[in-house]
């Protein structure tokens, strides 16, 4: 029988779809979804789902015991936009959450955790080309000290209380089904169901901000198959790499299936985020520990979030 898995954060954007990938393998019953707030029909329709705010560890404690849960899967997050404008409430979020499942595995209450780092832990100082694996990380915003702190604080936990802790750095990750929240890569989603809706976007980036992205399914492939992995004691946090793109470009993508979409560029706040971060990544250390490949580049994820979100506008 297969160990029961507890998803904190299971309403976001890459929750939900994890929780889906999970209980298509694992099972529905064994995979318990939690956020503090409902998530889609399909999330709450086929499985169990708890209300659980991920800063309560009582709570969390509470449901762990409930379902005999043994792997936590922690993606409750406040994003790099969001945490800029919530420095205290994201630190909070970030950390608190963190803890809270590390000592419940550190108590043997838990056997294993993944834990979502992000390439937010590189700042201004990183070699932005092909970023390696072990490089400098001198973030400069909220949500990158958070993940980089984070980090440390696993590989400390694994060190001296032998936790079994996982963790990759997500690129943006670009996906149909449930819209980002507060990132800085979210305009390579919202882009997709504006040259829907409207026909036209207002982009938040400049037009040769360019930075790694992920399609979800990779992203997903990504992190069921590291938490499978057997001989994965060289890192806590792999860089993974797939695809990386300007926003120039995913436009001239988008417009050989929308020749009439037009896009302006008004860059915010976000973008000297954007310029902080790396521009690829260099993942072989992922490839060589646990097989990492990706499936999607620029022109196979656009067509099918086209083709997807087009089918979803359809239905409603
Ligand atoms: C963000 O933009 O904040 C996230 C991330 C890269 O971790 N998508």
Redesign the pocket.
């Known amino acids: 029988m297969s160990e029961k898995i507890l998803v904190i954060g299971a309403s976001g954007q890459i929750g939900s779809e994890l929780t889906m990938g999970l209980r298509k393998i694992y099972g529905d019953s064994h995979v318990i979804a939690s956020d503090i707030r409902e998530g889609s029909s399909e999330l709450m329709n086929s499985g169990t789902f708890e209300f659980v705010d991920a800063t309560n560890k009582e709570q969390i404690e509470q449901i762990v015991q409930k379902h005999t849960i043994e792997v936590v899967y922690l993606m409750a997050a406040m994003?790099?936009?969001a945490a800029e404008k919530n420095p205290e409430k994201a630190w909070d979020l970030n950390m608190t959450s963190l803890f809270h499942v590390l000592n419940l595995a550190k108590e043997g209450v838990i056997k294993r955790i993944f834990w979502p780092s992000?390439?937010?832990i590189f700042g201004n100082s990183t070699p932005k080309q092909m970023t390696g694996q072990q490089t400098i990380t001198e973030p400069s915003t909220v949500?990158g000290i958070s993940?980089l702190t984070g980090e440390r604080w696993c590989d400390y936990y694994m060190s001296n209380f032998n936790v079994d802790v996982r963790s990759i750095r997500?690129?943006?990750?670009i996906s149909w089904k449930t819209m980002?929240g507060?990132?800085?890569?979210?305009y390579a989603v919202e882009i997709y169901h504006k040259a829907i809706i409207e026909g036209k976007y207002e982009c938040f980036l400049s037009e040769n901000s360019r930075l790694p992205m992920m399609f979800m399914e990779d992203a997903i492939k990504a992190t069921i198959d590291l938490m499978k992995a057997s001989n994965i004691n060289n890192y806590i946090a792999y860089n993974v790499g797939a695809v990386d793109f300007t926003p120039k470009e995913i436009v001239k993508e988008i417009k050989k299936h929308l020749p009439e979409f037009e896009v302006s560029y008004v860059p915010d706040f976000r973008q000297k985020i954007a310029d902080s971060?790396p521009q690829s990544i260099d993942d072989n250390a992922a490839k060589r520990d646990w097989n990492w490949e990706h499936t999607f580049d620029l022109e196979t994820m656009t067509s099918e979030m086209l083709t997807r979100l087009n089918e979803k506008y359809a239905k409603s």
């Open positions: 994003l790099s936009g992000s390439i937010a949500y993940k997500y690129p943006g990750i980002p507060g990132g800085t890569t979210d971060w």
